[in-house]
């Protein structure tokens, strides 16, 4: 499918240049950064030179300080605290890091993850039960909680008091918890609204170890839990998050704790190498397979793990998950795409609903993306489970998911989510009448140009605008992810140099130049349909991002090819 070509607006050309000459640097990269918001020195000083002196006093947040005084109590009266997450990555790294503190000092500390299946998203009444059963007192919950009103109020009639400690839009109505951490609580004046569920966690160590005049350092030791966090939650890589996610990564790359280090071990990446991308891609899936196949416990025993043999058998048990996890999700993306292959009726639709009462729930929503990604339409994947049927559903940029599933919800036991992915509920009677009227929303609401990717070009540049010291700097744009992506550039009428090639199934590797330019290697994924015009000698179109390619330890400045147009 061609991709749509969306190039930015120009920035004011007197503030680029301004902030350009004020740092000394190319107009390009002067409106690189103002595609940022970062439009001063200063704004740049931070920018390029996170500090952890810039992180935020972690009481601006509401009922930080009650957070704080309800623990210091519960410490004092030998009280026993629960620590409780979400099983995915967020979850599991956040009571890790609020766990691993908290135990060094207070021994009567449990923590607990619901079961997916059994229990579901968010806190559980099984998981208040057994807090009450085993005499917890105060139960810390992390990346969940804040639309969990009747299970505060149920946890309260059994004299079990919660801390929240949530990233998500709150309801209308807040819970009735003994404090209530959130950024985007409307009456919270906290500068930085997009920490992740681990961010708030770390947020709260910070504030104890604050308050009791303890060393910082024994916060810092975390970061590279909390930058696994931010990276698998794909939370926008600024402010706050930039300065996290930047010391993070140093940590994971020089001193990561036993259980990173176990996984990392296990990774195609080594110790010293490791990006947001590679995060992503290789740590955050094994943490959540351990969620999605069996119980996201064994991901926290991993990631509090003490020594590295003993973190080196948890993480073998979870890459084995990861492996069958993704064997069932290979299995289900086959099977859905020869549903979609075999049918003309689906293939013509502008939505995706597939159904099969025997694919694992656990691996729906990534399969979810891979059709999303595949035909680039709103998507949604049911199967049956506990008597009920399930989805995940996913969608593309610019359509309101979460809105056109309000439009069904008569047919919908429950559903919630936001605009780009989503969980829901149902009968299974419901399900044929349900994949009708969802595609009759979508048909109704979608415009044309949001069934074709787009590939957003923040300027145009020649090849001969790439230098060393270009780069240089493009890297300390570094890290990565949303909000703060690599930065993709268009050049145009570029000439092939000798003869591009396939590598892989369908990948283009070439070579390519211009007129007074150097020569660039190029890698294209997924664009070896574009060969024979690319040999046939005549210029073409790119757009792109630089990165740096390192193969057996020889490293080169490569174009990473998004698009191709002639």
Known sequence: MQKRWVLKSKSEHSKVIKLSDELGISPVLGELLINREIETFEQAKEFFRPSLAHLHNPFLMKDMDIAVSRIEKAIGNNEKILIYGDYDVDGTTAVAVVYNFFREFHTRIEFYIPDRYAEGYGISTQGIDYAAENGFTLIIALDCGIKANDKIDYASSKQIDFIIGDHHLPGEELPQAVAVLDPKREDCIYPY?????????????????????????????????????????IVPITGENRILSHFG??????????????????????????????????????????????????AVKLLISKSLPEAKDFSESIDDQNNVRKDFDLKITEEALSLIDESEKLQARKSTVLFKADWHKGVIGIVASRLTEKYYRPTIILTQTNGHVAGSARSVIGFDLYEALSECSDLLDQFGGHKYAAGLTMKLENVSSFQEKFEDVVTAKIKPEMLQQEVIIEITIPLVDITVRFFKILKQFEPLGPQNEAPIFLTKK????????????????????????????CIGFGLAEHLPHINSGKPFDICYAIEENNWRGKKNLQLNIKSIRY
């Open 193 to 233: 609204k997009e920490l992740s569920g681990c961010g708030i966690g770390f947020k709260l160590i910070q504030a104890f170890i604050q308050k009791n005049e303890m060393d910082i350092q024994l916060c810092y030791q975390f970061l590279d839990l909390v930058a696994v966090s931010i990276a698998s939650d």
């Open 249 to 298: 990564l140093q940590k994971l790359n020089t001193n990561p704790c036993c259980g990173l280090q176990a996984l990392i071990n296990l990774s195609s990446n080594k110790t010293g190498t490791f990006t947001v991308n590679d995060i992503v891609f290789q740590i955050g899936p094994r943490i959540n397979a351990a969620g999605r196949i069996d119980h996201a416990k064994d």
């Open 494 to 521: 570029v000439m092939i140099v000798g003869n591009a090639y396939i590598v892989g199934t369908n990948h283009l590797k070439m070579t390519i130049r211009q007129e007074d330019s150097a020569s660039f290697d």
